[in-house]
């Protein structure tokens, strides 16, 4: 092209001589010539067209006359579209791009529908004019038809696959899957979608029916053999479900012309009724085969002429373990069985002759020893027996009878025992907690009989508070062991009286409350002695505060009898005014500690609302000689904080105690500090707010083996000058308080001392 460029008449053309072309002419043309695609350049406002050599075949017969030729002349069959995308480039300067657009022309002397893929782009001046245009184009028609074939093809290969009523699965050399029929993707659970280019190994999941080992792939197997390969027998399919599908299948290269594997083809098959039936068939062979050989009746076959044809392996076991009998005579095998009066005999003959069932127990001697129990039926060729070693049976008969003799005699001694425990024992029901049964002791604590008790509710009888709750909550599967209950009886208004209960439910096969069981011990007497051991611990502890409170009043008393002294004896007003003023001072020392005394031993009968710092100051005023005869330091520590509801007795008692034990523990040390805190705080383990107060002693501590012992009753560490209920009598105090009483100890030398946690809720006490 480019010589025929240089040799054409360019003169006769808008674009003159080829010497009197513009530089942006020739650089377009040259850039032209040198493309590899097929490019052309139309230039000027005529739009004067120039092609490369790639463009030619495409021109066709348009050729060589299309060189030099105006774009609508060359182009006038097609003039409809190439017109306006010219126009859009020279007048638009816009690039026009389309992919796989029809430009119908004229080729081979006929109209035909040319696919093209093609960019028309402006070429510029150096003024920014668009001078021509540039068009680089592909005539793609025989590659759309080509691809329209193989899809039209494709389709074809489709359908057939999918009218096959096998499942077909089409994999690449590597196995993986390009198609399968719809029957696969049902088989496998797999769309086709989904499983496109995996591996077979994981869309096509099969193992040995029996062991459940993978089997090899059948695409595997083609791949190394080259050659048609079936699937093992007893092959199962494991779908994406996880169902199991027992298939057959067979697998094939797909070979191109040149021998080279180009892909595989897989064909398989459901074949779970036929793999069913053989089930099936061997699963009543199996069974039959089991029954006879895992019954325990010895199973043995008589033909008519009384020789033994079959033998079961418990028959063999039975009868034959150390001698061969099978095709002997059974009366021959067995000569101890025919006696006179034999129910052998008799049955067997009866059934041979007569056709009809039999069974018997018979003793057989030895070798066997044993009771046996025989049925004997009839068959088309003699008879079959079942018999069973009933040795043991009978043996337990005879222990069961004797057994079930024994078991009344333990329900009666079951039952006297429950009428007559020293414990109340009950059942009630889950509906309205009625008595269905209760024992005597019970029945007592409403002095009654039991069956004035049984069908009455538990509400109706022992109306206390939070009993019900406890019965529901039981009801709802948990069981209260040990609990405390106090209250007055239906039957017994005005008598207040203690028990410790425990109540259980009763569970049902399946798993549901039935009824509740109840057990009660009544610990009124248990209760009012402690509470009598309370009150003399109370009385122990004001006894020995006695000779701190004598000391403490003796020396202002001392005091004030020197100072009236000295005021007879004074003649000046002034300095008398002062002696009487100063025993004044002294007295009212004197009635503090009095009034402190007599607060901490009156016991209120109703709750008090006081602070940490008065309970502190109470008790620190009345070891105040104890605290400075031996040399402690007392620290404290009080911070504002609102008052405890309390019957302020009581925590009085409990702070002295912990007070005392503190000065005691320290008096061997010769002194020590005695830290006194008080503070608002939490209960570890509820959260519930409260007052805190913390007494700790630089004493000598305590070993763990005391330690673990310190709220046991009669416990003491020290000798006779202890009672052992202080810390006792403290802890149920603080129980009844709803607070807790919590310590901490260590005999570590430079670290040793005891710290006692005193927490009491603000509302403690709301009765």
């Known amino acids: 092209m480019a010589d025929l460029i240089r040799d054409h008449d360019w003169s006769s053309t808008p674009l003159g001589g080829v010497e009197d072309w513009s530089e942006g002419l020739l650089s377009s043309v040259n850039l032209m010539l040198a493309c590899a695609f097929p490019s052309l350049v139309f230039w000027g406002e005529e739009l004067v067209q120039l092609y490369n050599d790639a463009f030619i075949p495409l021109l066709s017969e348009r050729h060589p006359s299309g060189l030099g030729q105006k774009a609508e002349e060359c182009w006038s069959d097609a003039w409809q579209i190439v017109g306006p995308n010219l126009r859009r480039v020279m007048d638009d300067r816009e690039t026009v791009y389309h992919q796989n657009a029809i430009v119908p022309i004229i080729r081979d002397g ?3 529908d040319i696919r093209w893929t093609y960019s028309y782009s402006p070429i510029f001046g150096s003024g920014g004019d ?32 999918q009218s096959i009523g096998d499942a077909v699965i089409v994999t690449d050399p590597e196995t993986r899957i390009t198609q399968m029929n719809s029957v696969a993707e049902q088989l496998i659970g797999w769309k086709i979608g989904e499983a496109k280019g995996e591996l077979l190994a994981n869309v096509f999941q099969i193992v040995n029916e029996t062991t459940r080992q993978p089997v090899e792939s059948p695409a595997d197997k083609v791949r190394s053999t080259g050659s048609v390969v079936g699937l093992a027998n007893h092959t199962v399919l494991i779908s994406k479900d996880g169902r199991d599908i027992p298939i057959d299948d067979s697998g094939a290269p797909i070979l191109d012309e040149r021998g080279v594997l180009n892909g595989i083809v897989l064909v398989f098959r459901d074949i779970e009724e036929r793999r069913a039936a053989e ?36 028959a063999t076991e039975l009868y ?68 069973r070693d009933v040795t043991d049976e009978k043996s337990a008969r005879e222990a069961l009878k004797s057994n079930s003799e024994q078991a009344e005699r333990q329900l009666a001694e079951i039952e006297t ?55 529901e909550q039981v009801l709802a599967g948990q069981p209260v062991v040990n609990f405390p209950l106090e209250g007055e009886l239906a039957t017994r208004p005005g008598e207040h009286r203690y028990w410790t209960v425990s ?18 011990l009544e610990i009124t007497h248990q209760k009012k002695a402690e509470l009598a051991l309370m009150q003399s611990e109370k009385l122990a502890v004001v006894g020995r505060l006695a000779s701190s409170i004598a000391h403490e009043i003796n020396n202002p008393l001392e005091s004030v009898t020197n100072l009236l002294y000295l005021a007879e004896r004074c003649d000046d007003m002034t300095e008398t005014r002062t002696y009487v003023q100063t025993a004044e001072r002294e007295l009212r020392r004197v009635s503090v500690i009095v009034n402190q005394t007599l607060r901490f031993h009156k016991q209120s009968s109703s709750p008090q609302e006081i602070s940490g710092d008065q309970l502190i100051d109470s008790i620190v005023s009345m070891f ?61 383990n509820t959260e519930r707010p409260g007052l805190v107060i913390t007494v700790a002693d630089t004493g000598s501590g305590m070993s763990t083996s005391v330690a673990t012992r310190i709220f046991e009753p009669f416990y003491t560490t020290k000798g006779i000058s202890g009672t052992g209920l202080g810390l006792w009598v403290s802890s149920e105090i603080v129980l009844r308080h709803r607070g807790t009483l919590r310590f901490r100890t260590s005999e570590r030398y430079g670290r040793s001392g005891t710290v006692f946690s005193l927490f009491l809720p603000f509302d403690a006490v709301t009765r």
Request: net charge neutral; glycine share 6%; with cysteine.
């Open 417 to 471: 025992v429950y009428r007559t425990a020293p414990i109340g024992l009950a059942l009630f029901d889950t509906q309205d907690f009625r008595y269905l049964r209760l024992n005597d002791r019970q029945a007592e604590f409403f002095g009654l009989k039991p069956e004035q008790v049984v069908g009455r509710t538990l509400t109706e009888m022992a109306p206390i508070k939070g009993l019900k709750e406890l019965f």
């Open 320 to 387: 034959a373990s150390d001698r061969q009998i099978l095709g002997q005579n059974i009366w021959e095998a067995f000569p101890d069985a025919v006696y006179e009066g034999s129910p052998y005999v008799e049955h067997y003959y009866r059934t041979m002759n007569e056709r009809v069932s039999g069974g018997f127990d018979a003793y057989y001697p030895a070798p066997l020893n044993l009771w046996l129990h025989i049925d004997v039926y009839p068959t088309p060729e003699g008879i079959v027996t079942f018999s």
């Open 624 to 684: 105040q000689s104890r605290i400075v005869n031996y040399g402690i330091r007392v620290e404290e520590r009080k911070r504002i904080a609102p008052a405890v509801r309390c019957f302020e007795g009581e925590i009085r008692q409990v702070l002295s105690n912990l007070v005392s034990n503190a000065i005691d523990a320290m008096q061997p040390l010769g002194g020590g500090r005695l830290l006194l805190r008080s503070r608002v705080g939490r209960e570890w």
């Open 110 to 112: 006929r109209l035909q």
């Open 130 to 161: 668009v001078l021509g245009v540039l068009v680089i184009c592909q005539d793609i028609t025989r590659e759309v038809d080509a691809a329209q074939d193989l899809k039209e093809s494709e389709t074809r290969a489709s359908r057939i696959l």
């Open 279 to 314: 089930r099936e068939r061997d699963r009543l062979t199996e069974r039959l085969t089991q029954v006879l050989g895992t019954t325990t009746d010895a199973i043995v076959a008589v033909d008519r002429n009384w020789v033994m044809t079959y033998l079961n392996p418990k």
């Open 503 to 520: 109540y259980f439910p009763v569970f049902g096969a399946d798993g549901t409350v039935q009824a509740i069981s109840a057990a009660s």
